[in-house]
C-alpha cells in the first residue's frame, strides 16, 4: 500500500490519534509572605508621615522666624518714631520757648507764680532772681 522510501517490506507505523494529557507543572516562584508586606507597609507609612510632620514644622519654624523679623521691623520703626516725639517734646517744652510763646500771647511774667517741678522753691527763687535785670524789667 505505501511505499516507505522505496521499501515495501517495511510497514509503516501508523501513528494513533490519541490524545495523552500530559500534566504541566506549575512553579509558583517564592513570595514575600503578607505578614512581612505589611511590616514593609508600615514602616513605609510611618516614615511617610514622619517625613510630613519635619516638614509641617519647618514651614511653622519658617513662619515664626517670618514674624520675629517683621515686629523687630516694627519696634525699630516705633523707637524711631518715639525718639521723634520726644525731640519735639523737649523742643515744646523748652523754658524759653514757653516764655517766649506766653510773651506773645500777652501774658506777663510773675515770677512769684511760677512754679518749677522737680525743683525746690529755694531753687526755683534762686533761678528766678538770676534772670537779668533787664528780662524783669520788660515784664
Known sequence: MSYYRGNLAVELERQSRTVTKTKRTIRIKPTIP?????LYLLFIS????????????????SQYNYDIQSTKKENRLLSEKNAAVKLQIEQLSNRDRIQNEAERQGMVFNPEAVHVIGQS?????????????AQTEQR
Open 46 to 61: 510611618i516614615t511617610v508621615i514622619g517625613l510630613g510632620l519635619v516638614g509641617v514644622r519647618y514651614s511653622q519654624i
Open 121 to 133: 522753691k529755694s531753687q526755683a527763687k534762686v533761678q528766678a532772681s538770676s534772670l537779668p535785670a
Open 34 to 38: 503578607t505578614g512581612e508586606k505589611l
